[in-house]
T-cell receptor
Framework: GESVGLHLPTLSVQEGDNSIINCAYS??????FIWYKQESGKGPQFIID?????DKRQGQRVTVLLNKTVKHLSLQIAATQPGDSAVYFC????????????FGTGTRLKVLA | ETGVTQSPTHLIKTRGQQVTLRCSSQ?????VSWYQQALGQGPQFIFQ???????GRGNFPPRFSGLQFPNYSSELNVNALELDDSALYLC?????????????FGPGTRLTVL
């Protein structure tokens, strides 16, 4: 079946360190992946996306890596800041054109001062 | 540019009742998707509306229904509420320009069923 899961439910990092949040997906045919950040009381906010024809994409302080061989996705946050504290979700679109996003359970990132 | 808005913010209902949640899509967006997010879980896709018609549905029973209006706003209706329907209901809008459409989420409606 379709599923997207995360290895670590909670991640604590020191302010200024780099964070790595991991995600495993099960549908090898999925073509598009997105990382979302959700702060308390708010809806998910788009961070970065990547298409299956890429293995790396960089944004501002964030990098997404895609390993299709092992169906693994990761989000790297450089120089983690207190404002990065939130729950992070990976999502996959298993079928082009349907816009059905499959979300994982989420990882809570705690930034320690 | 106005973002996605949802109403009400919070809602308390009792088991067996019916509820209607509302969503206004981001300006210019013609597609609306609804998600259910249980506490501590990721959002689960309920259904999507495009041009006032349902365009894809997740694993939710028929008592979950929706509407999309000509102005692209949308409603989610849930009949015969059950305790497990307690969740954050998220609406997301997008603009159909191809398969890689970013969905913009609203803040959600927190539904509590007693």
């Amino acid at each position: 079946g379709e599923s997207v899961g995360l290895h670590l439910p909670t991640l604590s990092v020191q302010e200024g360190d780099n964070s790595i949040i991991n995600c495993a997906y099960s549908n090898s045919a999925s073509d598009y992946f997105i990382w979302y950040k959700q702060e308390s009381g708010k809806g998910p906010q788009f961070i970065i996306d990547i298409r299956s024809n890429m293995d790396k994409r960089q944004g501002q302080r964030v990098t997404v890596l895609l390993n299709k061989t092992v169906k693994h996705l990761s989000l790297q946050i450089a120089a983690t800041q207190p404002g990065d504290s939130a729950v992070y979700f990976c999502a996959e679109i298993p079928s082009l054109g349907t816009y059905k996003y499959i979300f994982g359970t989420g990882t809570r990132l705690k930034v320690l001062a | 540019e106005t973002g996605v808005t949802q109403s009400p913010t919070h809602l308390i209902k009792t088991r067996g009742q019916q509820v209607t949640l509302r969503c206004s899509s981001q300006s210019g967006h013609n597609t609306v998707s609804w998600y259910q997010q249980a506490l501590g879980q990721g959002p689960q896709f309920i259904f999507q509306y495009y041009r006032e018609e349902e365009n894809g549905r997740g694993n939710f029973p028929p008592r979950f229904s929706g509407l999309q209006f000509p102005n692209y706003s949308s409603e989610l209706n849930v009949n015969a509420l059950e305790l497990d329907d307690s969740a954050l209901y998220l609406c997301a809008s997008s603009l159909v320009q191809g398969p890689y459409n970013e969905q913009f989420f609203g803040p959600g409606t927190r539904l509590t069923v007693l």
